[in-house]
């Protein structure tokens, strides 16, 4: 069955870097984009990035532009969130997701804390 398992959350300090990491399973990871979305206390899942199946294409949300970068090793099945600059909104539950054809896919999320 399809799987997505995040890691590389935790606490840092505004300014700090973080690279999240997302490990896929079930399914061929090269034929399909991946995308990061987040959810902050109170609010609704937010979209950050999108990358296409073989890295040609990336897009991400207004609010992480220069400063986060999508990547992917089809080779190891995971797709990495490199977050750098990170501000106190930054703070949120980080989800990976995957559209396989009609049906979407989510991880359990990892959760990131921007605070002194």
């Known amino acids: 069955q399809v799987q997505l398992v995040e890691s590389g959350g935790g606490l840092v300090q505004p300014g700090g870097s973080l690279r999240l990491s997302c490990a896929a399973s079930?399914?061929?990871?090269?034929?399909?984009?991946m995308r990061w979305y987040r959810q902050a206390p109170g609010k609704g899942r937010e979209f950050v990035a999108f990358?296409?199946?073989?890295?040609?294409?990336?897009s991400y949300g207004e609010s992480v532009k220069g400063r986060f970068t999508i990547s992917r090793d089809n080779g190891k099945n995971t797709v990495y969130l490199q977050m750098n600059s990170l501000k106190p909104d930054d703070t949120a539950v980080y989800f990976c997701?995957?559209?396989?054809?009609?049906?979407?896919?989510w991880g359990q999320g990892t959760q990131v804390t921007v605070s002194s």
């Open positions: 079930g399914f061929t990871f090269s034929m399909y984009g």
């Open positions: 997701h995957a559209q396989l054809n009609s049906n979407v896919y």
């Open positions: 990358i296409s199946s073989v890295s040609d294409r990336t």
